[in-house]
């Protein structure tokens, strides 16, 4: 920051020409907005752009900037969004039925906005029927810096395994990347085992299991893709979430 010298006055000058060009209509350089092509919002359905009360509701419409257009339809995942509506979303921009998201799309990428609702990513896809083979993948971060998880359709990851690991939310996510990188790694970063099962409950839980994952991600560079499902616990009491793990 320039506080004297006529620093302060080139400043004053390019800032005052920068508003008379938007006033003439010229064009002023900046970074292309994604939002144009693929506006972010997730919870309740395909909300217009114009409506306020989204905030109110459990759809939050998210506007970002980028310096590349989007490959495939973002969706913002903030506190409010509803996991089984989100998932609805996602199923119906998989088949051509959202109005926002015209085409048929094989994938759909989801932005972590609030960080507390970073477990709404893992029990959104554990509401897809099986037949639809849904796969999530842990992405690397764009320039918002937000966690991104890929969802494709008709992209089977391989669900078979013995090891099984308890995730809580007080879990630490070091200490689960670690454990789960000792079964699927060796001292060389040979493969060894093909899949981990994370054994959770609740969201909470979720979103350990999910930085634990990402943390994996940037441990091993290698692609990280996860399957969760419902199941009932050994005592067939409650309902888990079993998340297949695996390294490609």
């Not at 409650?238 to 490609?248: G, H, N, P």
């Amino acid at each position: 920051v320039l506080w004297q010298g006529q620093g302060v006055y080139h400043c004053l000058a390019v800032a005052f020409a920068g508003v008379k060009l938007a006033a003439w209509g010229f064009p002023l350089p900046c970074l292309a907005d994604r939002s144009s092509r693929s506006p972010l919002y997730a919870g309740a359905g395909d909300v217009p752009a114009q409506d306020e009360s989204a905030e109110k509701a459990e759809t939050t419409l998210i506007k970002r900037t980028g310096l590349t257009p989007a490959l495939f339809p973002e969706l913002g995942i903030v506190n409010r969004t509803d996991v089984k509506k989100l998932s609805g979303l996602i199923t119906a921009i998989f088949n051509d039925k959202s109005p926002h998201h015209p085409g048929a799309n094989r994938a759909v990428d989801l932005v972590l906005r609030n960080p507390p609702a970073r477990g709404k990513m893992i029990y959104a896809l554990a509401y897809f029927p099986e037949d639809m083979q849904v796969s999530g993948q842990v992405m690397s971060r764009s320039r918002d810096r937000q966690a991104r998880v890929r969802v494709i359709r008709d992209c089977p990851v391989e669900e078979s395994g013995s090891s099984e690991l308890l995730v809580s939310k007080m879990t630490d996510p070091e200490k689960l990347m670690y454990a789960m990188k000792s079964r699927l790694l060796d001292e060389k970063n040979n493969n060894k085992e093909q899949t981990v099962h994370l054994q959770l409950q609740g969201e909470r839980a979720g979103g350990v299991a999910l930085s634990a994952m990402e943390r994996l991600f940037f441990e091993t560079w290698r692609q990280v893709s996860f399957v969760p499902r419902f199941q009932r616990s050994k005592t067939g009491k409650t309902s888990i979430v079993d998340v297949s793990v695996t390294l490609s």
